[in-house]
């Protein structure tokens, strides 16, 4: 347990936070910080806040796959899943923070994620539902789902061996890292739903990406 009490100042400068891609690094562990602190204030466990991004994430989706296609739902729906991802790195920081760090905590956090991870692309199937074939859509599915699960899983093994990701000294390999981030696999996604066909190649690029991601992170974290 920690015996001095975290101070908005410990969360802001990501003492508890983990390293990561830089999107995530330099914007969203902050915004996980302020909420991460909120929590703290509020007395909200660090469950409580993955059920709570859990709970957002799953709402996003839905909205994702019946708003109207325009710009102004686009740019919506990327600030809503900005919040979900900035819930996801919240919990961790809290636990951190307050010492409440557990197995089922970790456990808990992952379920939620695969269950995102498996909704998101049934949502994006809803929206382009019509416009794309059955076989097309089955394999937008297979794809994007197996590559993300692929590449969150053997990220998790990879920190609970106690490897960390480590930021590169490579600006080549910092842009594949943003591009591959969460929030950038998000946001991307969001804006090009005013297109249905850019939405669904980049999806499934997205999916082969995630497999390269996974396949590496099988290995070593890129360094």
């Known amino acids: 347990m920690n015996k001095s009490i975290p101070t908005f100042r410990d969360f802001w400068n990501k003492n508890y936070a983990v390293s990561c891609f830089p999107p995530t690094w330099y914007i969203f562990q902050r915004l996980g910080a302020?909420?991460?602190f909120t929590g703290f204030r509020f007395?909200?466990?660090p469950n409580g806040m993955t059920a709570l991004g859990g709970v957002l994430?799953?709402?996003t989706i839905w909205l994702f796959g019946t708003l109207p296609n325009d710009n102004i739902s686009s740019i919506q729906l990327a600030i809503m899943f900005a919040i979900?991802?900035?819930f996801d790195c919240s919990d961790g920081q809290l636990a951190r923070a307050t010492g409440k760090t557990s197995d089922w905590g970790k456990?808990?956090?992952?379920?939620i994620d695969l269950l995102l991870i498996i909704l998101f692309p049934l949502g994006i199937v809803f929206f382009l539902h019509g416009i794309f074939s059955v076989l097309q859509l089955s394999g937008l599915i297979l794809i994007l789902t197996f590559g993300r699960a692929l590449a969150l899983l053997t990220s998790a093994i990879?920190?609970?061996d106690g490897e960390n990701h480590t930021p590169s000294n490579s600006i080549l390999k910092k842009v594949f890292q943003s591009i591959v981030d969460t929030p950038t696999f998000y946001v991307i996604l969001c804006l090009f739903r005013v297109q249905p066909d850019w939405l669904f190649y980049t999806s499934m690029a997205y999916g082969l990406l995630f497999v390269f991601v996974g396949i590496y992170f099988s290995k070593s974290f890129i360094k």
């Open 34 to 36: 302020i909420l991460a």
């Open 57 to 59: 994430g799953f709402i």
């Open 107 to 111: 456990w808990f956090d992952l379920t």
């Open 158 to 160: 990879k920190r609970t």
């Open 43 to 45: 007395g909200i466990s």
């Open 84 to 86: 979900v991802y900035s």
